[in-house]
């Protein structure tokens, strides 16, 4: 196997095995987390009743890696074009997933009636939390869809053979906008096809990781508010990126970092928490790819979404060799999947080998 196609794979099964395994203590905070499961919970279980995975057995994925994963294969699909055609029939197959009513988050909820005249009930409820609804239009749509849910899928643009960041920041934008179309949401999910394109990079550090992340967001930001993204008042991801980091670097394991994480940063809906979330875990164990799922799983609240997006950067910056091995078999076996198929498509499709992949230039860090 190449470096690059390591890389890929690791991308895949970490971002995988972080949504299954965090389907099972989203929700809850820590303190629950530790009393329901009789401690951390470091391996994939089924999610008990009272959660949105309910429906799903031990090891299978939520919503968070399924768009993603139909995301990448409409766009493979096109002739590795990412389109309205082909997002049209990403979120057609996810529409039609089983499980649809359970994982669709009130953004995305709210993209799928807009555009498929799609009315069927979300048990995670809408975008604009009032009742009854507004007869009226709200400045910034109330300022409620800043939401996480374009981050959550945005690893999937780093896997479409993006080679600058010009490039990189206008195809996230065109994945994210399609359900979360505004600036916050968009600069969540830069910071974070940031990170995993500069993972899949050979020779970069963490840290170099960390601060593209940050200049993503930026870029993110400045990017779709220049094209007509609806601008929403709330916290920068950036700056809150840099804090996360900050708290992360304090702690030298995962279990203390993710306490303080969750009381100053936040792993909730919102971008400006779930997104630098993420960050802080990678600041404080990074370099340990499992230890960082693990605390994405604990961390509370948004888990299967903070643990995708942990484990989609940290798989595809250490590789498919530096995670356990029985995750991969186990996402493919619960899920139906062939994760090595797609990984063999996306390098197919785009003709990539390990002597030309470098999506983001040294010289940009």
């Known amino acids: 196997m190449s470096k690059l196609q390591s890389k890929i794979m690791g991308g895949l ?3 995988s095995a972080g949504d299954a395994m965090g389907a099972a203590t989203e929700l809850r905070t820590i303190e629950q987390i530790k009393r329901d499961f009789d401690g951390w919970v470091t391996t994939f279980i089924a999610p008990p009743q009272d959660t949105f995975g309910r429906c799903n057995a031990a090891g299978m994925v939520t919503d968070d890696f399924t768009q993603g994963k139909f995301i ?3 766009v493979l699909d096109n002739s590795g074009e990412v ?4 997002l049209r029939n990403a979120f057609r197959r996810w529409m039609d997933y089983p499980f649809y009513p359970n994982f669709t988050g009130p953004t995305t909820r709210a993209a799928m009636q807009r555009i498929f005249n799609d009315t069927r009930p979300s048990l995670q409820g809408d975008a604009e939390a009032g009742e009854p609804k507004q007869d009226v239009v709200l ?3 109330g300022n409620a869809s800043a939401t996480n849910g374009a981050a959550m899928k945005a690893w999937s643009a780093s896997f479409l053979s993006l080679e600058t960041p010009e490039e990189l920041i206008a195809k996230t934008y065109e ?3 399609f359900t979360h179309d505004n600036v916050i949401s968009v600069s969540g999910a830069c910071a974070i096809s940031s990170a995993v394109n500069a993972a899949l990079s050979d020779g970069v550090s963490l840290e170099d990781v960390i601060a593209l992340a940050i200049k993503g967001a930026d870029q993110g930001y400045s990017h779709a508010e220049r094209n007509g993204a609806m601008v929403m008042a709330g916290p920068s991801v950036a700056r809150r990126i840099e804090l996360a980091a900050q708290i992360g670097r304090k702690h030298a394991h995962w279990e203390t970092a993710v306490s303080e994480l969750a009381d100053l940063v936040g792993s909730g809906l919102h971008a400006s928490e779930a997104v630098p979330a993420v960050f ?3 600041a404080c164990c990074g370099n340990q790819p499992e230890h960082a799922i693990w605390a994405a799983v604990n961390m509370g609240n948004d888990t299967d979404t ?6 989609s950067i940290v798989g595809s910056l250490h590789g498919i060799e530096a995670l356990p091995s029985h995750y991969l078999p186990v996402i493919n076996k619960a899920n139906e999947f062939d994760l090595q198929e797609l990984a063999a498509r996306i390098l197919q499709v785009y003709n990539l080998d390990d ?8 010289t940009l860090l």
């Open 280 to 282: 802080g875990i990678l």
């Open 83 to 86: 389109s309205d055609d082909a």
């Open 306 to 311: 903070v643990a995708t997006m942990v484990g």
């Open 13 to 15: 099964v970490g971002a």
């Open 175 to 177: 994945i994210a906008r």
């Open 355 to 362: 002597s030309s992949k470098n999506f983001i230039p040294t």
């Open 139 to 141: 400045v910034n749509n």
């Open 72 to 74: 990448i294969e409409a």
